[in-house]
């Protein structure tokens, strides 16, 4: 679905599930490689990303060309068995042409110029950039691309990891450049911008600038307007870069690293450029809701590549080095956190990185080899989760299935978290979150989807906060709802169009007549404000926070109302029939037990339910034939299965009743299934 039209991705051939993670063997003397090496064959290790950072080794100097030393690095690679996911190194500029061209540097919204010195420090509109960036990408897949250890193509790394958008004059003169080709005319973009406000008006597309630092608010659809560039603009890097290695070679996959929940980026858009959708994810071990932040992050990949396997790009082995405070992970915790990931469509497991550095930023990240050498817990649990990765070869290249998917869309994320709104400290991610626990908590498998996109896979989309609707999507969901879907919206939907003007007559204007309600006036509410929720949905205490406002249902059915107030009475869920579907509508956000009662609802209204009797805080997601099974307990737990089954992590045999220690996982093949 979510893959450019006609275009096949070379798969990755590896012939396994993927183990390994990011390799800088360019910090280490030569004598430590070969230690290296072997003990990524101890570790069953068959895959490593290398020279993320060696853009300054690999061309010391203007001119200089010296990859000799990464020559000996995949020369180990092949006689070790490991296969290589070659960096085109281009995410750090060398100093030597920073130093020669400074305009490179990127510029902040003050207008201050960020300096040489940390990292992806380069404006995403520079042309010297780009041109160095593929210049050094088509030196070394010319030089590797029949090395047989080379087996995927890793470009730059995390786009827009620190520096997402660049306000110099260069980045200016590129987004005029976007504007054009967007508006055509100065007054289309006076239009969509609505310049008829506060003397806003553009006579020149000379005059417009990139949304720097002003007196207060800027415009708007310029803010938005930038956002979108400043995605597209780190997308030609990106897609730059690509290009050059497909003049090449079309045989092995190409992709970028993806950061989670990352805002600056649009997700759906380059998943496109992407042949095998990878993803960096760091959840807190400080957070109680690790495991939930994980499998959201792990939903959302699977989504990005159209249900398609995904790989984990980065994890933590343990602790990470760039938070205030960094835990590490509990014992136990990488083979918890990365066997669910596994069941959540990744084919494989990497990490950053292999060896801890000895030296510089990140001397303090954990890492497969810890400072203390392999007598160490982090070194065993790696190991063991090689073993385990092993065991589960029959799971490569099966595929989780879900029935329910939350939309996402990032047109609709940064216009939702511009300022001068009702509420302006909404944030789309944490919405989510609200509706994505109550489905996690009960082993529901879920999807994030475009609310433009083919919904009919789907019993049940919901759609929080989905501020910026397009007609197509608007459209869409009223075709879904009509055609037999359940659909839930909240608060603060559909209520701009995509310049981000008012859909007026009365919220949410496009879904008004399909949810049978309208929306008068909003009463946001303040931090720790609540109201109070009474109806036949509610429990006792049932409050609603965030926000509430004036609604009319214009023939839905009230399952939840305000109580007391000056909006009592007045409803806060409604359901209403259409065509073949439903719509509910949820004017506050509920606290968690009655958003849990209300998800139960919807799951039961659309017959969805797990693929073993739930159990709580024991995680179960289907993928393929097979059920992954996780308890994040803190103590044993029994299940009865209700069938027999064979776990691919142990050595127990069929059996009809699963026990699983704390962090403990099981890989469940229904037996009668095994070796048909
Ligand atoms: C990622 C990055 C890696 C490393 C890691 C540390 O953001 O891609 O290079 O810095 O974080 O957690
Ligand atoms: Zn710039």
Known sequence: MNQRNNHVPPPLKLGSLAYGGDYNPDQWPEEIWKEDFSLMQEAGVNLVTVGVFSWAKLQPRPGA???EWLDRVLELASAHGVSVDLATATASPPAWLIRQHPEILPVDVNGVQLGFGSRQHYCPSSPLYREAAVQLATELVRRYHDHPAVVMYHVGNEYGCHVPQCYCEISAASFRRWLKGRYESIEALNHAWGTAFWSQRYDDWDEIEPPRRAPTFPNPT???DFARFSSDELLECFLAERRSIEAIDTSKPITTNFMAFFRPTDGWKWSKHQDIVTMDSYPDPFDSEIALQSAMVADLTRSLGGG???????????????RQINAPKAPGQLRELSLAMVGRGSDGILTFQWRASAAGAEKFHSAMVPHVGQNSRVWREVVELGRDLHALQPVLGTQTVARVALALDWNNWWALELDSHPHSELRLPELLLQFYRPLFEASIATDFVHLEDDLSSYDLVIAPC???????AATNVVHYVEGGGTFLTTFFSAIVDPNDHIRLGGYPAPWREMLAISVEEFSPLEKGQTVSLGGILAHSGSTGSTWSENLTAQGATTLLHITGGDLHGVPALTVAPYGDGQGYYLSTLPDAQTLSTIVGQLLADTKIS???????????????????????NSHYVTIELGQSYTDLLSTNGPQTTLELPPRG???LQPTNQRGA
């Open 65 to 67: 060309f010296e990859p």
């Open 665 to 667: 996982v099981a890989v």
């Open 610 to 632: 797990p693929p073993l009797p739930h159990q709580r805080g024991v995680e179960t997601i289907t993928r393929g034939e097979f059920i992954f099974v996780t308890n994040h």
């Open 308 to 322: 398609r396997p995904w790989l984990l790009m980065e994890q933590a082995p343990s602790a990470v080095n760039w």
């Open 222 to 224: 310029q803010q938005l």
């Open 466 to 472: 989905s501020y910026l609707v397009s007609d197509t």
